[in-house]
């Protein structure tokens, strides 16, 4: 299973770094994939990386500003938010994709990040 965390409140501008850490498998040959979802609003993808690191996508709307990482000997993926803004609001999600798959097999609890003055 994946465990998301590093939510909280944060005021706008501030920072907060997101961990997702998988337990009963590795993620050494799984991309990892950032989600977030607001009240009303669709899932979007933020950001994921590849199983080594070496490729990573960002969403145009946190290009920039969110960096995602990964320690495969720690079994976890990172996402450092930065240059927080009131519509980063949401719940966050983390997911393991098999690199050899399409689609994202595990899926971890959200943790909430709420960005408010």
């Known amino acids: 299973q994946l465990q998301a965390s590093g939510g909280g409140l944060v005021h706008p501008g501030g920072s907060l770094s997101l961990s997702c850490t998988a337990s009963?498998?590795?993620?050494?040959?799984?991309?990892v994939g950032w989600f977030r979802q607001a009240p009303g609003k669709a899932r979007e993808g933020v950001s994921c990386i590849s199983s080594s690191g070496g490729s990573t996508y960002y969403a145009n709307t946190v290009k920039g500003r969110f960096t995602i990482s990964r320690d495969n000997a720690k079994n976890t993926v990172y996402l450092q938010m930065n240059r927080l803004k009131p519509e980063d609001t949401a719940t966050y999600y983390c997911?393991?994709?098999?690199?050899?798959?399409?689609?994202?097999?595990?899926w971890g609890r959200g943790t909430q990040v709420t960005v408010s003055s």
């Open positions: 009963g498998f590795t993620l050494d040959n799984y991309a």
């Open positions: 997911a393991a994709r098999p690199t050899t798959g399409l689609e994202y097999e595990y």
